[in-house]
């Protein structure tokens, strides 16, 4: 059973910049697809992007494309994401996912790490 750790959340101020680390254990990361999804209080969960495991094809949605980028090493079995141009309205909880469907589709991830908390803020 995969096991997802996320790191590399904090308090950031407007058009400040975090990257996003999620370490994977307990299985090899090479054939599952990987994404970022948020949620703030009192919103529903939103894919904010993800990153197929055949040719590393990529999805991002509107509000953060341009600003974000996703990445993956699977020789170090971890997933990033790269945030540029941070905006108050991205503070959430930011967690990565796996799924065992090769091809990047947000509805199909099922596994899901704990989260980290970014907060941009002045």
């Known amino acids: 059973q995969v096991q997802l750790v996320e790191s590399g959340g904090g308090l950031v101020q407007p058009g400040g910049s975090l990257r996003l680390s999620c370490a994977a254990s307990?299985?090899?990361?090479?054939?599952?697809?990987l994404g970022w999804f948020r949620q703030a209080p009192g919103k529903e969960r939103e894919g904010v992007s993800c990153?197929?495991?055949?040719?590393?094809?990529?999805y991002y949605a509107d509000s953060v494309k341009g600003r974000f980028t996703i990445s993956r090493d699977n020789a170090k079995n971890t997933v990033y994401l790269q945030m540029d141009s941070l905006k108050p309205e991205d503070t959430a909880v930011y967690y990565c996912?796996?799924?065992?469907?090769?091809?990047?589709?947000?509805?199909?991830?099922?596994?899901w790490g704990q989260g980290t908390q970014v907060t941009v803020s002045s």
């Open positions: 307990g299985a090899t990361l090479d054939y599952y697809s």
């Open positions: 990153i197929s495991s055949t040719d590393g094809t990529t």
């Open positions: 996912a796996s799924s065992t469907f090769r091809l990047c589709v947000l509805q199909r991830y099922d596994h």
